[in-house]
C-alpha cells in the first residue's frame, strides 16, 4: 500500500492569507489512474462525505494503478460565507460558476502535436497527455478561481477515469457523460445504482470539469479523422442526490461502489464480481423536460423524486402571496415532456424562470433552453 498527502500552494491575492488543495495519492502507477474530486462546487457535502469514505476504503485497498483523490476540490469557495449563508456555486470575484468555463486545451494541444499524431494509440496517448500538461502549464491566470480550476485540471488531465462528485438539489443519484462514452460509462451508471444518466453532447454551457477532460479528444478526433485517437478518458458528473442526503450508510455505499468500478477498471486490485444489473436508464441531456416557474411564489409540489409523469401534467403550484384574492394567487407548474422525475428545487420560494422540476424525457422538445447544463 503506498499512500501520499500532497499540498499544492494556490496563489491567493489576499495579503496575509494562503490557501491549499489537499491531494491523496495512492498506488503503484502500474495500470490506469483515476482522478476523483469533491465538491468543485464547495458546499455540495454529499460529495465530500463520499470522499471521506472513498479515503478510508483506499488506505486499505491494493491499487496497483493510481488513485488521485482530492477530497475539497474548492478551498476557495469553501471559504465565501456571506452574513453566515455559505455560498459555493459562483466565485464571489468573478461571478463565474466554480464548474464552468474551465480551460480548453483543444486548440493549443492540437497546435502543438495535432499533425503529428501517427497510427498508435497508446503513443498518441501520451503524446497528448504530455500536450495537456504543457498547455496548462502555459496559461497565464491572475485570478484566484482560475488557478484552482487549472490546478485541479493539471491533476486529472492525464487520468484514464474522471470522477467529478457533486450533488444537486434535491435529486435521484445521476451521472452527466459524454454522448460517446455511454458505452464506457455503462458500467460506472450500472456500478453506482445511478436512477438517471444524462448524455451531453453541445450542452451550450461553458466548458464544466467533465467536459474539459474530454473535449481534447473529441476535437483532436474531429481534426484528424485518420489518426488513432481514442477516448482515453472517461470523465463523469456524478451528482450524489440533493443537498440534504447527507448520511454515513447512504455515503459508505456510495464508495464502496466507487471502489468496486475502480475494481472492475483494474485501478485498484481484487475482484469487482458482477456487474450489478443497471437500475436506471440513459437519456440524452437535450431531451431533459426542465419545468421552470412561471411566476414568483412559494412553491409546493405535486409530484416526488422517481414519479413518472406526462407532458402538461402539473408537478407543482406557485402561489404568490402578492395575489389579490387567494383564487388569483394559484399558478400551475407543468411536465414539459413524459417522463421520470429525478431533480425538484430546493427552496421553496422561486422567482419567475427559476427550475421547479427536472424531468428525463426522450421527445425532442421544441423550446428547449440553449443553456442545458443552467447556470
Ligand atoms: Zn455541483
Known sequence: ???????????????????????????RGEGP?????????????????????????????????????VPFANPVG???RVHGRH???????????????????SEAVDAAVGEGLGSDAPINVAIVREAMAEALAGLRMAREGSVLKAALLGLACDADIVLDLHCAQRALLHLFVDAGLWTQAAELHADLGCAVT?????????TAFDHACTVVWRTLQAR?????????????????????????DVAATDAENILRFLRR?????????????????????????????????????RVALGDHVRRGDVVAEIVDPAAPSAAAARTPVTSPTDGLVYELADSRFLWAGQTVCHVAGREP???QRANLLGD
Open 265 to 301: 477498471k483494474g485501478v485498484v486490485a481484487g475482484d469487482a464480481g458482477p456487474l450489478p444489473e443497471a437500475v436506471g436508464e440513459a437519456y440524452p441531456l437535450e431531451t431533459v423536460g426542465f419545468a421552470d416557474a412561471p411566476a414568483t411564489g412559494i412553491v409546493t409540489f
Open 78 to 80: 469553501l471559504g465565501q
Open 198 to 206: 444524462l448524455l451531453e453532447s453541445d450542452t451550450g454551457s461553458g
Open 1 to 27: 500500500m503506498t499512500h501520499r498527502i500532497e499540498t499544492i500552494a494556490l496563489d491567493t491575492p489576499s495579503p496575509g492569507t494562503t490557501r491549499q488543495l489537499m491531494v491523496h495519492r495512492f498506488g
Open 87 to 105: 455560498l459555493g456555486r459562483y466565485d464571489l470575484d468573478s461571478g463565474v460558476n466554480f464548474n464552468r468555463d474551465l480551460p480548453d486545451l
Open 33 to 69: 489512474k483515476a482522478y476523483i474530486q469533491a465538491a468543485i462546487h464547495a458546499g455540495e457535502t454529499p460529495a465530500l462525505l463520499v470522499a471521506h469514505h472513498l479515503l478510508a476504503l483506499l488506505e486499505n485497498a491494493d491499487v496497483p494503478g493510481e488513485v488521485v483523490l
Open 365 to 367: 422538445l421544441a423550446d
Open 224 to 248: 484528424h479523422p485518420d489518426k488513432a485517437i481514442p477516448d482515453a478518458c472517461l470523465a463523469a458528473t456524478v451528482e450524489l442526490r440533493g443537498f440534504s442526503d447527507v448520511d454515513e
